[in-house]
């Protein structure tokens, strides 16, 4: 059985920084593409990043790139997100997302089988 569980969100102000930590049992995230989406009130879950399978590339949205680095740990078989210059428009709830192992596409919510439950994150004015 596979799990995710995101930890980390928080209340933060504008400008500060979270990282957030997804662990995931029952897949490999080496042998999987890994992501990270948001979702805000009213609004379709979007994506945020995504690690690759095997050399672990990255990909960022344009509306984090910069801010937010994807990193994962082949040994605890987690998948953080290290969110830095935080705007209040970056309050969501945050999910991260496991995809089967044969997927080579990664920047969909269609690309990702398996998801966490969220973590909120709410940044302050």
């Known amino acids: 059985q596979v799990q995710l569980v995101e930890s980390g969100g928080g209340l933060v102000q504008a400008g500060g920084s979270l990282r957030l930590s997804c662990a995931v049992s029952g897949r490999t995230v080496s042998g999987n593409n890994m992501g990270w989406f948001r979702q805000a009130p009213g609004k379709e879950r979007e994506f945020m990043s995504a690690i690759t399978k095997g050399r672990g590339y990255s990909h960022y949205a344009d509306s984090v790139k910069g801010r937010f680095t994807i990193s994962r740990d082949n040994a605890k078989n987690t998948v953080s997100l290290q969110m830095n210059s935080l705007k209040p428009e970056d309050t969501a709830v945050y999910y991260c997302?496991?995809?089967?192992?044969?997927?080579?596409?990664?920047?969909?919510?269609?690309?990702?089988?398996?998801w966490g439950q969220g973590t909120q994150v709410t940044v302050s004015s």
């Open positions: 997302a496991a995809a089967y192992p044969w997927r080579d596409t990664w920047g969909r919510v269609a690309d990702y089988d398996y």
